[in-house]
């Protein structure tokens, strides 16, 4: 929309075609103003979020430490928060190491910089994995009581909605009102649910929520998260079959 290059102009003229139908993936992302200043008044157009795959989901038992265990899965790069989240670690180390266990999985630029952080601390604080099978990252939800997203670009990620639907208590960033990132998330999802960090002050908001919170109200968080996460997020069969139903009513 900065229409600074002609391909800026091409992809609005696009995006702006007469289509029958859009189907736009509700991620938090302030969808809402992409979709009025995207597409053609004419068309219709639906929002829907991801789905989870429901494979092994209520199988999987592992015996797990005692620590608050506390799981970051994203690409590593600056939009996802890997570097706050990174801090976070560090500012905790000194005085918390005995509390805490970190893990994160991720690939992309940073990851020399979480092979690192792997090297530097031991393993009962943090831990990192680039890649992971859909089975063995459902295996690392398990094993966790918090999920951390610091997504500045939306919290409905594919991640958070699996880390929901694993039990996880989820931290996420606080919406942002000027952009519209996660107002659908605010309205969809309760504080009660959802933890918000202050997205204008990440770090000593993320540290202050870790340090004062209550270990033994995780398994009831834990819970909440569930029973919501069954009601709210579909299946991946379903959001597909529901795509499929919308395409079919066009002919």
């Known amino acids: ?88 670690v560090d500012k905790l ?59 500045k670009r939306g919290s409905l990620s594919n991640t958070t909605l699996e880390a929901l639907f694993s039990g996880l208590y989820c931290f996420c960033l606080s919406s942002d009102k000027l952009s519209g990132i996660d107002i659908y998330t605010d309205k969809c999802i309760s504080d009660r649910i959802i933890k918000r960090i202050n997205r204008n002050d990440i770090i000593e908001d993320l540290y202050y929520n870790l340090i004062n919170l209550d270990k033994n109200q995780i398994p009831n968080q834990k819970i909440i998260s569930k029973n919501f996460a069954k009601n709210f997020i579909p299946s991946w069969d379903k959001r597909i079959n529901d795509e499929i139903n919308l395409i079919k009513k066009i002919f």
Do not use: M
């Open 1 to 88: 929309h900065n229409k600074k290059k002609l391909k800026d102009y091409f992809y609005l003229w696009c995006y702006r075609s007469n289509f029958h139908l859009s189907i736009i993936t509700q991620d938090g992302s302030g969808v809402e103003q992409w979709i009025s200043n995207s597409i053609n008044k004419n068309t219709k157009c639906y929002t829907y979020i991801n789905g989870v795959d429901l494979i092994n989901y209520e199988k999987i038992k592992i015996n797990k430490n005692t620590k608050v265990n506390i799981l970051f899965v994203g690409r590593l790069e600056k939009p996802k928060g890997i570097i706050e989240f990174l801090k976070v």
């Open 93 to 151: 180390y000194a005085n918390y190491n005995l509390k805490f266990k970190f893990t994160v999985v991720g690939s992309g630029i940073y990851e020399d910089l979480l092979k690192q952080y792997a090297n530097k601390y031991e393993t009962e604080y943090f831990s990192y994995v680039s890649r992971l099978s859909h089975k063995e990252i459902n295996k690392i939800y398990q094993v966790n009581d918090i999920y951390i997203s610091l997504n």
